[in-house]
């Protein structure tokens, strides 16, 4: 089994902190996830890395440069791997009312949240960019060239469970969390390196 990917989400913001929903607020990262990424880049300082994709999303781009800072290759931003839109929750506290509200739309999946998108929208966008990375990461392990980085969003990490495993809380990490994606023959797999969730269940939308 071959290593592809390094899917790392990004450390933790002021939006996180507060319990906040962040969709596509784009806020950078505090001191406190600014470390979390530092500590990400030490749990794999003995990793060759060929390429470093993200969002284009602050939060997301410092974390993949801090993780990538010393060695030899630049970031790439991909629109696509923006988290899911949620629209009018944005900034929005997740407290019970609206927890349930997004659950219903998560219930529906091709309902368009107000100012967002739906979520077969979502999945259909972050499917392009998850399946583009892939890619990449089978020619730069097959050559030799190392293993790629994924700087991404809870609502990401989940998808990736969901596209594997039709799971979308089998991969969920806290922030500064890692999930390795591998390959067998021509048979992806995933799991939880480093960083299992403790905290919400519901927390999936970053």
Request: glycine share 10%; aromatic share 6%; charged share 25%.
């Amino acid at each position: 089994m071959k290593t592809l990917i390094y899917c790392v989400r990004h450390g933790e913001t002021g939006l996180n902190k507060a319990g906040n929903f962040r969709g596509w607020a784009d806020v950078p990262l505090n001191d406190n996830g600014r470390k979390e990424a530092e500590q990400v880049k030490q749990d794999l300082s003995d990793i060759t890395l060929s390429h470093a994709y993200s969002s284009d999303l602050k939060r997301a781009t410092e974390t993949r440069d801090i993780i990538i800072k010393g060695h030899n290759i630049s970031g790439v931003s991909v629109h696509d791997m923006r988290p899911w839109d949620v629209g009018k929750f944005t900034g929005q506290p997740k407290n019970a009312e609206n927890k349930k509200v997004l659950q219903d739309y998560s219930d529906s999946p091709d309902e368009v949240i107000p100012g967002g998108e739906s979520l077969n929208q979502f999945r259909a966008r972050y499917k392009k960019a998850f399946d583009m990375v892939v890619s990449e990461a089978k020619a730069s392990v097959s050559s030799g060239s190392g293993a790629t980085i994924m700087a991404q969003h809870a609502s990401n990490c989940h998808e990736v469970g969901n596209i594997l495993y039709h799971d979308i809380d089998v991969l969920d990490v806290d922030p500064g969390g890692i999930i390795v994606v591998s390959i067998l023959g021509n048979k992806l797999s995933a799991s939880i390196f480093k960083g299992a969730a403790k905290g919400d269940k519901s927390d999936t939308v970053s």
